[in-house]
């Protein structure tokens, strides 16, 4: 396993030799939206009983951050790889298929946990809820950043230039996570919004993860465990097939 050790100690440096950037920077912007948005709707939103509306925006700006840099830490290190040809110094060591997988993965959890832990001691300033069953908190966020950083990964694969790689986070990461529960509960939505949203996965990921905070959630937690999960797993398969044939890498 010594390849994947230097693998992922190689990828943790990477975000963190350009900390402001990678984490401080991500961390700002969580603190923003909370600013803006809990000073304009604290007094006029109440989304779950017992809870206030500043309460119940951090678990889903802790998430929205985690899970968009985990997506950026893998996208933009194999793009950045393919683009500049360092990519063959991957390749060239005998690295197995699982250990290139595994270590680009596990250190975009680890940057997704590093800005979601600095969002939540920002947090302490305002309102930081409780922590109702901790357990559920740490098993979304690993699943939601390990399938974002999964995604990413397949992005980065897919992706032959920048803008293809920004197309692929504008017009879909960015939708889906904005739109996904973040900033209100979708039982505020329409009934046809309502439903809209339940075909979107990263709302279950949200609604999940913050379950774990109140121990209120718009739909029961072990479906959207079941849907974060088989989604999970129907990513890494495919991440790990394109990784296996070697598309856009090898050849």
Known sequence: MTGFYTLFYKEIL??????????????????????????????????????????????????????????????????QSKI????????????????FFSAYTLAAIVRGLVVGLGVSLTA?????????????????????????????????????????????????????????GVFYSIHSLPSFWQKVSHFNPVFYMIDGFRYGFFGQSDVNPWLSLS?????LLILAAMAFSLIKSGYKIRR
């Open 124 to 180: 302490l300033i305002f309102d930081m809820p409780s922590l109702k069953y901790p357990l559920w908190i740490l098993i979304f966020a690993l699943l939601g950043c390990g399938i974002m950083a999964v995604l990413g990964m397949i992005a980065g694969i897919w992706a032959e230039k920048f803008d293809q790689l920004a197309a692929f986070q504008n017009f879909l990461i960015m939708p889906l996570t904005f739109l996904s």
């Open 227 to 231: 849907v974060v999960g088989f989604s």
């Open 14 to 79: 990477r975000f963190w030799k350009v900390g402001f950037q990678t984490v401080a920077a991500p961390i700002l912007t969580a603190l923003m939206y909370l600013l803006v948005f809990s000073q304009v709707l604290a007094d006029r939103v109440q989304p779950l009983a017992g809870v206030s509306y500043t309460a119940f925006l951090i678990p889903g700006l802790m998430m929205m951050s985690m899970l968009q840099n985990a997506f950026a830490n893998t996208s933009s290190s194999i793009i």
């Open 84 to 99: 500049t040809g360092s990519m063959v110094f991957v390749l060239l060591p005998p690295l197995s298929h699982f250990e």
